[in-house]
Structures are given as structure tokens and as C-alpha cells.
């Protein structure tokens, strides 16, 4: 099994380079990839813990150590923020690995300061025309009149089929 785990590591390893790359090459976003919590940290029986420690271990190192190639993403560090408190934030002892509302609190939690301590900035242009300017503004207008339309015209469609399914009943 261990054999197998760490082949699965390594694909993992390469196709994490290659999707975050491919993410990056269509979007000028900010990739947050974060890291995986050990829900076994408190598990009794040593070997079982320790080899999933081990393992979990192996992936965080690839996400961490791939943050600054091609890949150029950011990492939320879940690992740490859960770690020692797996018994509280996760299912573990009914046997599900997922999160509880506490965990899924925390690794919110985490994302968000992980987003918040990145620098982000925007770029504005200033027109050497001002007439060019005049009219990227016009179109802007109509742009958000379209927008603002097509919501309501979304929001109209909702209610109506809200209401004929209500009245099926």
C-alpha cells in the first residue's frame, strides 16, 4: 500500500504543476491551493497513524514546495491551522474524515486570511483621449443597464416558475 501511495504522490506531484500552469495561463486570478489536515493525528493505533502522518506529510510538502515554479500559486496551510485539534474539527470519531462545522469553520477561517495577507493591486488606465474616454464610459452605462435588465429579467423568470410549480401542487 505504501508503494502504491507514494506512485499516487508523485502523479499527484506532476499533475499539480501542470493543472495550477494550465489555471494560470487563462486567468489572471490568484490560485489558492491548500494544504491537507491529518484527521488520523489522534488515531490509537500508532502505525496506522503514523503512516498516514507520513503520507500527509509527503503532499503538503509537494503543494508547499511547488508554490514559487511555474505553477505560481499561494498556499493556505490547513495542515497547521487543524493540526492538534483533529478530534474537534472533524467526524473522525464516527469514523468520517470530513470536517465538522468547526473545522469547515477553520479552514475557512484559513483561506481567508491566507487571500487577506496576499498583496493584490488593480491597474487603471487613463485615456490620452478624452473623447475616446467619453465614450468607453457611454458603453459602460449601457453595459451595466444591460446587466442590470438581464437580472431582473432572471429574477422575473424565477418567481413565474416558482409560481406555476406552486400551483401544480
Same mark, same amino acid.
Given at each position: ?12 506531484? &506532476? ?6 500552469? @494550465? /489555471?494560470?495561463?487563462?486567468? #489572471?486570478? *490568484? ?13 490509537? @493505533? ?8 507520513? %503520507? ?6 509537494? /503543494?508547499?514546495?511547488?508554490?514559487? #515554479?511555474?505553477? %505560481?500559486? =499561494? *498556499? ?15 467526524? =473522525? ?7 465538522? @462545522? ?8 484559513? *483561506? ?12 487603471? #488606465?487613463?485615456?490620452?483621449?478624452? &473623447?475616446?474616454?467619453?465614450? *468607453?464610459? %457611454? ?5 451595466? /443597464? ?24
Amino acid at each position: 500500500l505504501g508503494t502504491e501511495i507514494d506512485e499516487r504522490l508523485s502523479t499527484f506531484e &506532476a499533475n499539480l504543476t501542470q493543472i495550477a500552469v @494550465q /489555471i494560470n495561463a487563462k486567468s #489572471d486570478g *490568484v490560485l489558492v491551493i491548500q494544504t491537507l489536515y491529518n484527521p488520523f493525528e489522534d488515531f490509537e @493505533q500508532a502505525q496506522v497513524k503514523n503512516f498516514v502522518r507520513e %503520507k500527509i506529510l509527503a503532499l503538503n510538502s509537494s /503543494i508547499e514546495s511547488h508554490k514559487n #515554479d511555474d505553477a %505560481k500559486y =499561494i *498556499v493556505a496551510d490547513v495542515y497547521s491551522k487543524l493540526t492538534g485539534s483533529a478530534e474537534k474539527m472533524t467526524r =473522525i470519531k464516527q469514523m468520517d474524515i470530513h470536517p465538522n @462545522q468547526a473545522g469547515h469553520d477553520a479552514i475557512s477561517e484559513c *483561506v481567508d486570511k491566507t487571500i487577506r495577507t496576499e498583496r493584490y493591486y488593480y491597474h487603471y #488606465d487613463v485615456m490620452a483621449n478624452p &473623447a475616446q474616454s467619453n465614450r *468607453v464610459q %457611454k458603453d459602460d452605462r449601457n453595459e451595466y /443597464i444591460f446587466i442590470l435588465f438581464s437580472g431582473i429579467a432572471a429574477a422575473f423568470l424565477i418567481v413565474v416558475a416558482f409560481l406555476r410549480f406552486r400551483t401544480r401542487k
